[in-house]
């Protein structure tokens, strides 16, 4: 189907919602939210059937300019409203978007024990690689002698990798883009919200007010830049040493697997406590 950014605004957007929106100029959250509406008009799902939650950070502001279902929830639990939601109605498509902080800090503990569980559910996270909202301070994915407003000296504590924690934990599939590879993160997102079973979507993304301006990075352009140029897909990333992928971006589906789902195995154990009428 194709896709036209008139056809989108018209179908998704609330008109009357707080635009023009309350991101910087730059700012790679419109791009992912573009993505997103893009996979979603591709794989022609009604709005009804779509369910967006969020938590609290700049991707917070997501569900307010979006006319689907929509949550805007607390700090980093965006994951145990959108499981809430899942277990209540299987049917509907939900997709929980976050900031690295919002799903990994606060939010890490649900994050870990949704891909765990395997919920069939879509998680979105958005990775700047610091808290843009609310002042700058470092996140779990802040680079180690990186300065933020509350490492001024620099970054003491390393930084993990998002994509590969979903990997470890149990997530059915894991892929990770850049802002900058627009193209690749809707069809990804695409990939995963077809994905039977917990579904991640890592996108790197840049904060340059916050994060680039501090550690002297450049304006949005110039973070964009560098992430294409430090980007390297999966395929050719296995035939690298670790030394050559030193300050390297993989990007594409690091994993795609098939597991039992979480609701699926829920509704199984309901009906043999009903056929045994509670009695083991």
């Known amino acids: 189907m194709a896709v036209t950014a008139q056809a989108i605004r018209h179908e998704y957007l609330r008109h009357n919602k707080k635009f023009p ?7 790679g959250n419109g791009i992912v939210m573009a993505a997103l509406l893009r996979a979603i008009y591709r794989m022609e799902i009604s709005k009804d059937d779509v369910v967006l939650a969020s938590g ?24 145990t409203f959108a499981t809430g939601v899942k277990l209540a109605n299987p049917a509907l498509n939900v997709v929980a978007i976050m900031g690295d902080g919002d799903a990994t800090a606060i939010g890490g503990n649900h994050f870990i024990h949704a891909a ?17 909202m609310t002042g700058g301070q470092y996140s779990p994915t802040t680079p180690f002698g990186s300065t933020s407003t509350t490492s001024v000296y620099g970054h ?18 894991v892929a990770r883009a850049t802002v900058f590879h627009g193209e690749l993160m809707d069809r990804l997102i695409e990939q995963a919200m077809k994905k039977r079973g917990f579904a991640v979507v890592e996108v790197i993304s840049n904060c340059h007010v916050q994060y680039g301006r501090r550690n002297k990075l450049g304006g949005a352009v110039d973070m964009l830049t560098s992430f294409k140029e430090n980007s390297i897909t999966v395929a050719k990333a296995e035939k690298l040493s670790p030394e050559e992928l030193e ?30 009428k509670g009695k083991i």
Do not use: Q
């Not at 917070?60 to 994951?79: C, E, K, Q, V």
């Not at 594409?252 to 199984?268: A, F, Q």
């Open 21 to 27: 929106h309350v991101w910087c100029p730059g700012c």
């Open 156 to 173: 003491i504590e390393h930084d993990f990798s998002i994509a590969e924690l979903a990997v470890t934990a149990g997530a059915s599939f």
């Open 56 to 79: 609290i950070g700049c991707s917070g502001r997501m569900p307010t300019y979006l006319d689907f279902n929509t949550l805007h929830t607390t700090h980093g639990r965006a994951l």
């Open 116 to 132: 765990r569980r395997n919920l069939n559910l879509t998680a979105i996270i958005i990775n700047n690689s610091i808290y843009g």
């Open 247 to 276: 300050g390297k971006t993989t990007i594409g589906v690091l994993t795609d697997r098939e597991m039992p789902i979480s609701t699926e195995e829920y509704k199984k154990v309901r009906e043999r406590a009903s056929k045994t």
